[in-house]
């Protein structure tokens, strides 16, 4: 399981990209964890720090001098991804710290939509004066019916174009034109006119290549290999806004953000005039960088001048280039083409403006040549408009859709360093146990220091890949339990779900103990979340399946059984060294209103006052998106036991051809981490299952056992084999 900051667990960065109201959950976990309470007015408890209320009542001056009678704040950036400290805008003006709210402020009231999973977060955040509304609560409004009857007639609403996504902007257009409220954008956001103290600057952390021998195809490749995609849809221009896309289209990393190795930028590749750009922070500086050990400098890496320019090469007189694709030709001014010149990529490198980025947006799609212009989902508002709607195309990119298959050097990677993760955890949980059997007091917060310590010694390691979930006892019931300083107990679970950096791939692992004697209903919960993790590991299937097939109702029955289910997907992508939850693929079928890919956004859109209903705009869901060979998923079954416990079992794995009557696909497995023995009822496991478990431990053992004797580690040798011993499984 892994979640964003803030412990949120997001899967479509796109802006305020919440989701659809639709059918209030029924079911356990909603009962247990989900606050009744639908909306809530923060009376008391105002800040001391009056900084904040000095901010929104200074945005609420600029609204007054702009004639605005609200201002809706996504809480986004202009790329539309995760929120460094610079990009907290709304935190800035009302202490709500958490990633899903959308809010809209007036003269005198502020209001704040978010989901089930943040309410309680908001309430405890946010400064007083401000009203809370949970999304797909009985008496919550949605945030255009709130404008509607806090505004009077004909009042006007803003909001800054930087910062809503394209499909947000026309749902609001519609709809507020139906309400005849008038819908202004605003370009330099009124939280940038009067936040300019006490801010954090962009980051712009080292930036670091991504070697051949990881990344299996040079970024020349890659450009190549999107220009013939753009050709399919006669696109000439393509637009990246996506953070991943572009580190995975110029195989580069760097760590603007804790776990992400992501570097803000934007990207323009224009396929007529053969003009690539990217936009990076602190550009000058950083093109001077080295990016790997041998001394290679950036602009050198990119083909580029040491400022960022490129030479175009010159034609003879009465001639002139044109370019296609990475072909130059120079062609007569009566367009009759002469000797085509093929010419080396290189990359105009510029600083990093959203507004010098909006002009060369709009410079590029104005010509007439070109013929689509292609943005993503995660496209804002103030890049799409400059777009003639007829040249626009909104889908998946093909970065987006290329990097989604791992190549087999990527794949190869991820083996190994899934590989070593799994030979440091098994290393460090036989010396865990050994520590509790000595009667050692240990403490969750210490482990979780210690864990994150111990394997950055292994090779390529590369920092933490997510928010830490560690716990033991009452606190492993929730999905994001707070690390504290609990000692570990004999009886209870013990929760371990952190995953890693290395640069040769990403890791995301979960396993639970118990290292006393565990009761009949841990083993039984934990039989059963192993049972479901086998059933999906099992699953072959035709081409033209998608995650929300796999996500089916076989794969969760041993859960079901017994009236239990867990709230969210069973298995998110990784990028291969890169987020550690990517699109475009989602293994999931879940409707629940707090957590679904489907931004039907009903609790922003939804509109009682309109006089007939409106079509709002969706994002596609991930989950609908075809699985290919090469894909890497996580599979993780988990447990949340209002009262009790809670518990996850979680492996990655990668999708590969299968041995079927048929052309099918298969899985193969990627962590190589034993189960708990005397947590598994082997009488409840079918003989496909047993079968599994015994391939799985034999690969186990041909995997690991090897290295941990290279590390001379005889205690965690027979940790191993004392639990891949099947012996217990045939009884
Ligand atoms: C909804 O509002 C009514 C009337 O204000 C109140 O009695 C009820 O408790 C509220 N329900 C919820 C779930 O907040
Ligand atoms: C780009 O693709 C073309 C056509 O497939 C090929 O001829 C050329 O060598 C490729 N260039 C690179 C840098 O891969
Ligand atoms: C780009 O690469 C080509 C071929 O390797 C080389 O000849 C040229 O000098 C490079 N240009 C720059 C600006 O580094
Ligand atoms: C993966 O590990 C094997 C065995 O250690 C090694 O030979 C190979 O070079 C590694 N692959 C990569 C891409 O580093
Ligand atoms: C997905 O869920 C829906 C609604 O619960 C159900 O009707 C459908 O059969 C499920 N799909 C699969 C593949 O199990
Ligand atoms: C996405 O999936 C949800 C849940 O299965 C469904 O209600 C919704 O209509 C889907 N959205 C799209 C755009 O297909
Ligand atoms: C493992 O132990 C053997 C024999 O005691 C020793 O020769 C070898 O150097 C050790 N290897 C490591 C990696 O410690
Ligand atoms: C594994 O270790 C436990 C505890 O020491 C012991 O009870 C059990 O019999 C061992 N299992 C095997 C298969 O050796
Ligand atoms: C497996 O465990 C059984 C008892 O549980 C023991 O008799 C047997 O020797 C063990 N096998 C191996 C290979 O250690």
Redesign the pocket.
Do not use: G, R, Y
């Given at each position: 399981m892994q979640c964003l900051q803030n412990g949120l667990k997001l899967f479509v960065l796109i802006a305020c990209a919440l989701i659809n109201g639709a059918t209030s959950a029924d079911n356990q976990y909603s009962r247990d964890f989900i606050p009744r309470e639908s909306v809530h007015v923060k009376e008391g408890h105002c800040h001391d720090d009056q900084t904040k209320l000095n901010r929104l009542e200074d945005v609420r001056r600029l609204m007054h001098e702009k004639k605005l009678d609200a201002y809706i704040i996504c809480n986004v950036n202009e790329n539309l991804g995760k929120l460094k400290p610079h990009d907290r805008r709304l935190d800035s003006i009302s202490g709500f710290s958490g990633r899903i709210g959308t809010a809209v402020i007036t003269l005198d009231k502020a209001a704040l939509w978010t989901d089930g999973r943040t309410f309680q977060s908001a309430i405890d955040d946010v400064d007083c004066g401000w009203t809370i509304y949970r999304k797909g609560g009985s008496n919550s409004t949605s945030l255009v019916d709130w404008v509607y009857d806090n505004t009077v007639d004909g009042s006007s609403v803003g909001a800054c174009p930087y910062l809503t996504s394209l499909v947000w902007w026309e749902n609001f257009q519609t709809i507020f034109k139906e309400m005849s409220i008038k819908f202004i954008p605003v370009y330099e956001d009124l939280i940038d006119l009067i936040w300019t103290k006490n801010r954090a600057p962009l980051p712009n952390s080292q930036i670091y290549i991504q070697p051949l021998q990881f990344a299996g195809e040079t970024w020349q490749a890659k450009i190549n290999r999107t220009i013939q995609k753009m050709a399919e849809r006669d696109a000439d221009v393509l637009v990246l806004t996506n953070l991943d896309e572009i580190a995975w289209l110029f195989n580069l990393r760097a760590r603007d953000f804790p776990f992400d190795p992501y570097f803000i930028s934007f990207c323009i590749i224009n396929a007529k005039n053969g003009v690539i750009s990217l936009y990076l922070v602190n550009a000058e500086e950083r093109l001077a960088s080295t990016v790997d050990s041998s001394g290679l400098r950036l602009y050198q890496f990119l083909n580029t001048s040491v400022v960022g320019t490129c030479v175009r090469p010159t034609c003879k007189k009465n001639t002139r280039i044109y370019t296609n694709g990475n072909m130059d030709t120079c062609e007569k001014i009566n367009n009759i083409a002469t000797e085509p010149v093929h010419r080396t990529l290189c990359v105009d490198v510029r600083e990093y403006n959203p507004s010098t980025f909006k002009d060369d947006v709009s410079k590029a799609s104005r010509d007439n040549r070109v013929r689509k212009v292609w943005v993503s989902w995660s496209c804002s508002e103030a890049f799409a408009e400059e777009i003639p709607q007829e040249k626009l195309i909104l889908d998946h990119t093909p970065p987006m859709a290329l990097k989604a298959a791992k190549n087999e050097a990527e794949l190869e990677g991820i083996k190994n360093s899934t590989l070593r993760d799994s030979v440091f955890l098994t290393t460090y949980f036989a010396g865990l146990e050994k520590r509790m059997k000595n009667g050692d007091t240990l403490i969750t917060k210490d482990l979780e220091v210690e864990i994150k310590k111990l394997r950055q010694n292994e090779l390529y390691n590369n920092g933490p890949s997510g928010v830490s979930l560690l716990g033991s006892g009452p606190m492993t019931q929730h999905l994001f339990p707070k690390i504290t300083d609990d000692i570990v107990t004999e009886n209870d679970i013990f929760l371990f779900d952190m995953g890693s950096q290395y640069l040769d791939g990403t890791t995301d692992i979960a396993r639970c103990f118990v290292f006393g004697t565990p009761n009949e209903r841990q083993k039984d919960i934990y039989t059963r979340l192993l049972m479901t993790q086998i059933n999906l590991a099992m699953k072959t299937f035709e081409a033209g399946t998608t995650g929300r097939d796999l996500d089916s109702d076989d794969v969760r029955e041993p859960l079901r059984e017994i009236g239990v289910h867990f709230p969210h997907e069973i298995g998110h992508m990784l990028a291969a060294h890169g987020a550690i939850v990517e699109g475009p693929a989602l293994i999931s079928n879940i409707t629940e209103d707090w957590r679904s890919d489907v931004p039907r956004d009903r609790h922003i859109f939804e509109c009682r006052k309109c006089k007939k209903p409106q079509d709002v705009a969706k994002i596609p869901n991930w989950s609908e998106y075809v699985l290919e060979e090469g894909m890497v998923f996580s599979n993780e079954p988990s447990f949340y036991g209002k009262g009790e416990f809670g518990m996850r079992l979680e492996n990655t794995m990668f999708i590969t051809t299968g041995q079927c009557e048929k052309p099918c696909f298969a899985f193969r497995q990627l962590v190589f981490l034993p189960y708990e023995p005397n947590l598994i009822k082997p009488e409840l496991f079918s003989d496909h299952q047993k079968s599994w478990l015994k391939d799985y431990y034999g690969m186990i053992e041909q995997l690991v056992i090897p290295q941990l004797q290279a590390r001379n580690d005889s205690t965690a040798i027979a940790w191993l084999?004392n639990r891949t011993?099947v012996?217990?499984l045939n009884n």
């Open positions: 084999l011993n012996t217990f």
